[in-house]
Antibody, heavy 117, light 112 residues
C-alpha cells in the first residue's frame, strides 16, 4: 500500500524558515517524480515544486522560487521541502504527492504551516 | 500560467441523478507527445484529494465507473451518471501539460 507521511509543519514567524519532510513507503520511491502541493486560503490548490526521480531536475512555481528548495534522499525514501523567508501567503496545508501521468496519483494527509507573528 | 475555469462552482444534486462539471483551459492542453494531461480530483471534507481521472478520460483504479471524463484541447467535462451520497465534496480539474501545473478553483457538490 502506497503511503506518504508529511511532518515538520507548525507555527513560524514571518521571515522565518521551516523544513517539511515526507516519508514514503509501499512503492519504489526512486522510480517516481515527487511533488509538493499546498492548499492556501488565497490561491486554493497550488503545485509548489516537483523533483525528478533521481533528484537531477527540479521545478518551482514562481511565487516560491529562490525561497523554497525541494530535495530527496532515495536511500531513505524521503522527500523534503526547505522553506525560507516565509510570509503570511505561505500559510496553508502542504501535501507530499507522487507524480504519475504528469499529475498526482497518491497524496499524503498533509502538514499545516502557519506563518504569523 | 494556464488558468483552469470550472463551472459551476456550486452544484446541488439529487441522489440518483446525473451531474456534470465543466473545466475550461486558457491554453490548449495537448502535450508535444500528443497526450493531454488533464486530471480530475475529488476531495471529501477532512481528507486529501484523490485522483479519479487522468489523461482526460482514464479512470484510476478504485474510482467508481459512474465517473467519466471527456473533452479535448481547452474544454473538458467530468460526468457522474448517478450521484451517490459519498460523492459530496469538492471536485478539481488539474493540468499537467504546462509548468506550473495548475488547478481549477473547485466545484462543491452537495446533496439537495
Amino acid at each position: 500500500e502506497v503511503q506518504l507521511m508529511e511532518s515538520g509543519g507548525g507555527l513560524v514567524q514571518p521571515g522565518g524558515s521551516l523544513t517539511l519532510s515526507c516519508a514514503a513507503s509501499g512503492f519504489s520511491f526512486r522510480d517516481y517524480y515527487m511533488m509538493w502541493v499546498r492548499h492556501t486560503p488565497r490561491k486554493g490548490l497550488e503545485v509548489v515544486a516537483n523533483i525528478k526521480s533521481d533528484g537531477s531536475a527540479k521545478n518551482y512555481v514562481d511565487s516560491v522560487r529562490g525561497r523554497f528548495t525541494v530535495s530527496r534522499d532515495n536511500a531513505k525514501n524521503s522527500l523534503y521541502l526547505l522553506m525560507s523567508h516565509l510570509t503570511a501567503e505561505d500559510t496553508g496545508r502542504y501535501y507530499c504527492a507522487r507524480e504519475n501521468y504528469w499529475t498526482m496519483d497518491f497524496w499524503g494527509h498533509g502538514t499545516l504551516v502557519t506563518v504569523s507573528s | 500560467d494556464v488558468v483552469l475555469t470550472q463551472s459551476p462552482l456550486s452544484l446541488p444534486v439529487t441522489l440518483g441523478q446525473p451531474a456534470s462539471i465543466s473545466c475550461r483551459s486558457s491554453r490548449g492542453l495537448a502535450n508535444y507527445d500528443g497526450v493531454t494531461y488533464l486530471a480530475w480530483f475529488h476531495q471529501r471534507p477532512g481528507q486529501s484529494p484523490r485522483r479519479l481521472i487522468y489523461e482526460v478520460s482514464n479512470r484510476d483504479s478504485g474510482a467508481p465507473d459512474r465517473f467519466s471524463g471527456s473533452g479535448s484541447d481547452t474544454d473538458f467535462t467530468l460526468q457522474i451518471t448517478r450521484v451517490e451520497a459519498e460523492d459530496v465534496g469538492v471536485y478539481y480539474c488539474m493540468q499537467g501539460t504546462h509548468w506550473p501545473r495548475t488547478f481549477g478553483q473547485g466545484t462543491k457538490v452537495e446533496i439537495k
